[in-house]
């Protein structure tokens, strides 16, 4: 069974940083793409940051010089790095996984979630 397993969120205040990581577990085949999505109470779920297998990267332009997302591929963790928060960044946070292996169907894992709340 996989499962991602997310950590690093928290409580900060305006301007200070936070690191968020999904480490997968279980057995994997084929990844595609791994990313960040988080959502607000009221507002609907948004891409936050995205991850190829090729290294190529997407961010939401709310984060774009602010936030980097990276990947350890010996363990396939993928690191979404918060600086300089803001209180519109406070959301639940999700690690996504995609897997798509040649000529077969594309699968996607969620993690559980993690919370990153930013006071001002």
């Known amino acids: 069974q996989v499962q991602l397993v997310e950590s690093g969120g928290g409580s900060v205040q305006a301007g200070e940083s936070l690191r968020v990581s999904c480490a997968p577990s279980?057995?994997?085949?084929?990844?595609?793409?791994m990313g960040w999505f988080r959502q607000a109470p009221g507002k609907q779920r948004e891409l936050v940051a995205g991850?190829?297998?090729?290294?190529?990267?997407n961010y939401a332009d709310s984060v774009k010089g602010r936030f980097t997302i990276s990947r350890d591929n010996a363990n396939n963790t993928v690191y979404l790095q918060m600086n300089s928060l803001k209180p519109e960044d406070t959301a639940v946070y999700y690690c996504?996984?995609?897997?798509?292996?040649?000529?077969?169907?594309?699968?996607?894992?969620w993690g559980q979630g993690t919370q990153v709340t930013v006071s001002s």
């Open positions: 996504k996984l995609v897997t798509w292996p040649a000529w077969g169907t594309s699968r996607e894992y």
């Open positions: 991850i190829t297998r090729d290294g190529i990267t």
């Open positions: 279980g057995r994997l085949f084929s990844i595609h793409s």
